[in-house]
């Protein structure tokens, strides 16, 4: 079917006009009361405006991105040492909160089950919209009438695995080591699944140029490779590329380092077996070729072929830093042009997505350990992760969003010379409905998950025989008294300079 065929088009921008006028804020819009809450550390105000966003929009096409935020908001409530009011256990996230005052370590532990609990619905969630993808093919095509930041949200390929390896740490916090093993699996997949899911998109993106490439009964085609190639929208373009390269490093296609951190670091610590050790070593081993600078990561994977020969663990403390925040996606404008009914090119302005970096964060954290320092290392820029991300997805993003430009003009233009000669009255509806119309979809799909850091780090060194650490941050320093056992975690969050760091701990290794 041509997308360009414009006989009923008078009635379908009415309609879709009206139905999205209403809704037209894009979600850093949607998102600006939790976002300042969160960038100035009022969390108990952040859990309580994200608690509401992921309740009324549970059942819409915004509900993963809601509980990505909701999760990620719960697991650092469970790092902060603040009162909060405690999840009834059993109980939705976002359903009636219990007051009743609990234990320090019961509220972390409490507030970690919620976070997960969250997350849950947030996997289950996924692989509903998946199935459903499967039997509504078209849905994506739909998205040329409105735009695709009124699409499902289906998570993209670095959430998803970010989603796995929270719920895996989460789990190590609680001590289930079995379930944590279950997540890092589906880790795994989850970045083996997105090069062939983003290879579907761009197919189907450069099949549905191809369709409105050509005229029908008459009616004008479009070209979305002419407007690529048109001067204007490669500059912009050409621009846009130059920020993601700045941001990018060599990373491979949907792999996060950190999460493959994570894993070697599991496997190796609890090994069933010489398949876990192996899995362990060859992870540590990939660490270390995407982090050649981090003298951590080429310890790590010189203690795991050591491990891998039958040398035992010595006592040892990690310390994960959790710095800054992740980039966001800001709206911007790009001029495309459209020929349609006239013989001349005219140009129209398009809103696109665009990757906001924030560079506002804290460096690293010393530690200082039996009189010895140690300075945080980076193992996973966010930064990267998601740029290379969105530079994979960005052909379909650019082809998908010049065709719904394209459909709605060629609408527009076909509609007033439907109406021009119905007397006045017909043409101020039908300009209203396609003014209506394009206020209301020519929307950047600006949804992200912005609790992500932009960095994680971490450091290692023998536990100290008086099990005291004392962590600096931004200029400010917190002791933590270890827990006995043969490996320590401390986990680390800072989301700016200036604001509190939550600190928890936990024991990899009894």
């Given amino acids: 079917m041509n997308h360009f065929n414009a006989r009923p088009v008078f009635a379908v921008p009415l309609t879709v006009g009206l139905l999205f006028l209403a809704g037209c804020q894009n979600y850093t819009q949607?998102?600006?009361?939790?976002?300042?809450?969160?960038?100035?550390?009022?969390?108990?105000?952040?859990?309580?405006?994200?608690?509401?966003?992921?309740?009324?929009?549970?059942?819409?096409?915004?509900?993963?991105?809601?509980?990505?935020?909701?999760?990620?908001?719960?697991?650092t409530q469970a790092l902060a040492n603040l009162p909060v009011q405690v999840p009834a256990p059993g109980k939705d996230p976002v359903a009636s909160m219990g007051t009743e005052p609990v234990k320090p370590l019961e509220r972390e532990m409490v507030l970690t089950q919620e976070s997960n609990a969250a997350f849950e619905v947030t996997q289950k969630k996924i692989v509903r919209y998946e199935e459903d993808a499967k039997?509504?093919?078209?849905?994506?095509?739909?998205?040329?009438?409105?735009?695709?930041?009124?699409?499902?949200?289906?998570?993209?390929?670095?959430?998803?695995?970010?989603?796995?390896?929270?719920?895996?740490?989460?789990?190590?916090?609680?001590?289930?080591?079995?379930?944590?093993?279950?997540?890092?699996?589906?880790?795994?997949?989850?970045?083996?699944?997105?090069?062939?899911a983003n290879a579907k998109k761009i197919a189907q993106a450069q099949e549905e140029a191809q369709k409105a490439k050509g005229a029908e009964n008459g009616k004008p085609g479009y070209d979305a490779n002419a407007a690529k190639n048109d001067p204007k929208v490669s500059s912009s373009v050409a621009q846009m590329e130059t920020e993601l390269n700045a941001n990018t490093r060599g990373y491979e296609d949907y792999v996060n380092p950190f999460a493959v951190f994570l894993d070697g670091l599991f496997f190796g610590i609890n090994a069933e077996g010489s398949s876990d050790m192996e899995r362990a070593r060859k992870s540590l081993q990939r660490v270390a070729a995407m982090s050649p600078d981090n003298p951590y990561a080429q310890a790590d994977l010189a203690i795991a072929n050591e491990l891998?020969?039958?040398?035992?663990?010595?006592?040892?403390?990690?310390?994960?830093?959790?710095?800054?925040?992740?980039?966001?996606?800001?709206?911007?404008?790009?001029?495309?042009?459209?020929?349609?009914?006239?013989?001349?090119?005219?140009?129209?302005?398009?809103?696109?997505?665009?990757?906001?970096f924030d560079n506002n964060f804290v460096p690293s954290l010393t530690v200082a350990a039996d009189g010895a320092s140690y300075t945080t290392a980076l193992v996973s820029s966010m930064d990267s992760v998601?740029?290379?991300?969105?530079?994979?997805?960005?052909?379909?993003?650019?082809?998908?969003?010049?065709?719904?430009?394209?459909?709605?003009?060629?609408?527009?233009?076909?509609?007033?010379?439907?109406?021009?000669?119905?007397?006045?009255?017909?043409?101020?509806?039908?300009?209203?409905?396609?003014?209506?119309?394009?206020?209301?979809?020519?929307?950047?799909?600006?949804r992200s998950w912005t609790t992500l850091p932009k960095q994680f780090q971490y450091a290692r060194f023998a536990t100290p025989a008086n099990g005291k650490v004392s962590l600096q941050v931004g200029g400010t320093s917190q002791e933590v008294q270890l827990v006995p056992g043969l490996v320590n975690l401390i986990w680390v969050k800072n989301v700016a300079p200036g604001l509190p760091s939550y600190v928890s701990q936990s024991l990899l290794k009894p």
């Fill in 386 to 446: 998601i740029a290379q991300d969105f530079k994979n997805e960005w052909p379909a993003i650019l082809t998908r969003t010049i065709l719904s430009v394209a459909v709605k003009a060629t609408a527009d233009a076909v509609i007033q010379n439907q109406v021009k000669d119905q007397g006045f009255a017909a043409q101020i509806i039908a300009k209203a409905a396609t003014v209506a119309l394009q206020a209301s979809t020519n929307i950047a799909d600006t």
């Fill in 308 to 356: 891998h020969l039958g040398k035992s663990f010595d006592k040892t403390t990690y310390v994960i830093f959790e710095t800054g925040s992740a980039p966001s996606r800001e709206q911007w404008r790009i001029d495309l042009p459209i020929f349609v009914v006239t013989n001349r090119i005219s140009y129209i302005g398009a809103a696109f997505p665009r990757l906001k």
């Fill in 135 to 196: 039997v509504k093919l078209g849905s994506e095509t739909g998205a040329l009438l409105t735009s695709q930041a009124n699409q499902p949200y289906r998570g993209r390929a670095y959430d998803r695995v970010m989603l796995h390896t929270y719920v895996a740490a989460n789990y190590l916090k609680l001590g289930e080591t079995d379930k944590a093993r279950v997540e890092l699996n589906r880790l795994l997949q989850s970045q083996r699944d997105a090069v062939e």
């Fill in 30 to 75: 949607q998102s600006a009361g939790f976002s300042q809450a969160w960038r100035t550390a009022n969390l108990p105000l952040a859990a309580a405006e994200i608690g509401k966003k992921a309740a009324s929009h549970d059942d819409d096409k915004d509900a993963i991105v809601w509980r990505l935020e909701q999760g990620a908001v719960l697991r």
